[in-house]
């Protein structure tokens, strides 16, 4: 396949490479291996799973997606938290028919630095008018117990994919369901803003367009024009999406009910759709598959994991 029909099938599929727009923050996973050239950024790519390795190059072409972030900002009813860095992966199942799917690694799609949330527990539920938030309020001022971090979990599969959308501007791409975990020795363990069965629903836009380049390279991420393998660069976008609603806190404190009534008081919590948004700024994203699957079907998922395994030191 010519380097100008790859480029034009991968284009079609690029819509997929915004994923990183929502991932506001993340949790943390295991060591990642280091892999070789153009393979370095896809260290979580699920190639080994079941429905990455099934794929046949024909009806259903496998992918891996990374989508990265130095900052951004999330605002959730009446509190804004500045985020770190964050790093999207995924797998993506093309399938002949235009449809694809999502396949997530198995520590989860998204990862990221937790953020620290302004004020603390303190900026979290106080002032208020429950007498035992109250007596807390008065304690936790210049505490060291005062702070509070956020950390965003994925909770499901993304899906509802547009893959035109991602090339495009102010058109979602993708719904990502996600919560949010709140961490504090005075908030437990289990002190969320949303959940796996009410989950918050995120759904990016481009609000400009990134900037577009492409490279080629052999099975174990050495750069080669001729190589069986390409990778799509898009880079500099900011992405936004202010549509998603937020619940209220749950299971916050040794006496929940108290907490989690200060929490989201204080929080403007539950806090409904346009009252809350999450911003990535400077987004870095790339994509990568067999040039021509076909010519490796029907083993084609097979094939790609074996390149991505070759590319491991």
């Avoid at 291996?33 to 699920?46: D, I, K, M, Q, S």
């Avoid at 799917?101 to 539920?125: K, Y």
């Avoid at 008018?129 to 309020?137: D, K, Q, S, Y």
């Avoid at 893959?163 to 102010?170: E, F, H, N």
Wanted: glycine share 10%; proline share 8%.
């Amino acid at each position: 396949m010519s380097p100008l029909s790859s480029r034009t099938r991968l284009a079609t599929v690029s819509a997929l490479t915004a994923l990183g727009a929502f991932a506001s923050l993340g949790t943390a996973t295991a060591a990642e291996p280091a892999l070789n050239g153009e393979w370095a950024p896809f260290t979580r790519c699920p190639v080994d799973a079941p429905a990455m390795l099934a794929a046949d190059g024909l009806a259903r072409t496998p992918q891996c997606v990374v989508s990265t972030s130095t900052s951004g900002t999330i605002k959730l009813g009446n509190t804004t938290v500045v985020t770190g860095k964050t790093n999207l992966q995924i797998g993506i199942v093309q399938n002949a028919d235009g449809t694809s799917s999502v396949v997530a690694p198995p520590g989860g799609a998204l990862i990221a630095e937790p953020a620290t949330v302004p004020g603390g527990l303190f900026g979290l539920m106080c002032p208020s008018a429950i007498p035992v938030i109250t007596g807390i309020c008065e304690s936790l001022e210049n505490s060291s117990l005062n702070k509070i971090t956020a950390t965003m979990e994925s909770v499901g599969a993304p899906y509802d994919f547009n893959q035109t959308a991602g090339i495009l501007t102010d058109m979602p791409i993708v719904a990502l369901p996600v919560r949010i975990h709140l961490e504090n020795p005075l908030l437990g363990s289990k002190c969320y803003i949303g959940t796996a069965a009410n989950p918050i629903v995120l759904r990016p836009e481009n609000r400009d367009y990134p900037a577009f380049d492409m490279s080629f390279f052999q099975g174990n991420g050495t750069v080669d024009p001729a190589g069986e393998m390409s990778r799509i660069n898009l880079t500099g976008s900011t992405q936004n999406d202010s549509t998603f609603a937020v619940p209220g806190a749950t299971g916050c404190g040794l006496n929940v009910g108290l907490i989690n009534l200060a929490v989201n008081a204080k929080t403007g919590l539950p806090s409904a759709s346009g009252k809350n948004s999450v911003t990535l700024d400077n987004t870095q994203t790339y994509l990568t598959g067999l040039n021509a699957p076909g010519t490796a079907a029907p083993r084609a998922g097979e094939v790609l994991a074996q390149h991505w395994h070759s590319a491991t030191r």
